[in-house]
């Protein structure tokens, strides 16, 4: 009886079980979609990250950066430099007399390299003539 | 061999049956009608097509007939019957629609009768030149003795199976469309699901390569800590020397630097110029969203909070 039921209704188990495939094959697809969107932003924001963390690595942790502190010593001359004391990983300089042009020179030293400013202090001690204290550390 | 159903002979006096299971039927001519044409077609299927044409004489034109046709020697035989009729009369007689397996007609049976059988009081069904042909008895004679049929051992080639389509609620040619329809649907959505997967692959060649150069990183808690060490640092770092560029656009032969600080907590310039030039200042520092506050007649003083 059971056969015959199968027989009876055979074009509908038939339709049924393409549905039933066709259903499958889209959830399939979907769950697929899905998936491969959340990993993508999962790599994607991985790389960023990465790419983001070498970044920063090659700029805040440069090992290039001890000679470049050094061009502060000659970057005016020895007269101006009031002091130059390197402790460790930290520098303090101080200026004294620049001129506009030298004050220009070593704040352009300042923007243009990694350092971390602790502390930059400019006065001006007479006209076009100033003072300068610098703190950084890298 | 596969199991053959069980033959019954259809006809108007035929006894009810009790069977549950499926059978194979063989219609006599009172449920078709036979045409035996001689046709320059090769197929079946170009046979068929003109079938309706042919019966147009020969037809009610109330019902609604289906065609059948195989090739006979040099000619094709064709069948019309109406398949309604046939299976309510069997419903009549005890057979459910979707028993039925196979629907044969008796003009298969020519060969077997040369000599006539008996249908029941008032008919019989004989061979009368190749053509299967129901007889009154009273043509027979009292006297003519009818032949015992054995459909069993009978070998029958041309059978029409629509015993699916009988029960059924979706017709066969719907059937096969739809299915056709959805298998072709889900192989592309299968297909496209394998290139969507696949499209990924290149991404994570992308990341593998970049953490064999840097495997150092390849913990996220590794990166997350470099970056809560250095983004900080970065952040702050840029806003400090983009202040002091903005701050060096605000100077001018008129407008001096007095004084520069920067700490932790702020940048703050002190700029001097004449009352004309510092309003100037003011506004251009604003627009830069820097925090101005004059300091006298000619002192102006521009900060920004880190």
Redesign the interface.
Known sequence: ?NL??L??????L??LL??I??L???F??NS??DF?KS??AD??S??S??????E??K???SKTIVKKINVFKTIVSKSKLESFKRRGQKVIIKYKGLNIKELNSV?KQ??NN?F?????????SAKER?RMELICKW | MGKSNKKILVHKDMQSLTTNENIDIIITPQFYTFLKEELGVKFAYQAKQIAPSLFDDYLDSSKEYQFFVYKCKEYWCFFAYDIDEISSFLEEKGVKKYQIGKIFFSQELSNSLDEAISLGDDTSLKSIDNIVTILPKRLMGVEYIYKDLDLKNISLNHGVSISSSFGSLIPLKQTIGMTILLTILGIIYIAEGNRIKGSISDDEQKEELLLSKNHKLSSSRIRESILAQYEPIDSVERVKRDTIEDISKLLSIKAHLKELNIDDKKISALIEADTATINQIIKNANKKNLITKKEGGKLVRVERVL
């Open positions: 009886m015959m039921l027989k009876r209704f055979r074009n509908e038939i339709v393409a549905t495939f066709a499958y094959a889209f399939y697809k697929t979609d491969v990993k993508e790599i994607q991985s790389i990250k990465i790419n983001r963390v070498i920063l690595k700029v805040w942790k704040v300042i923007m990694p971390q400013i602790v502390k930059l202090k400019i006065n001006q100033y």
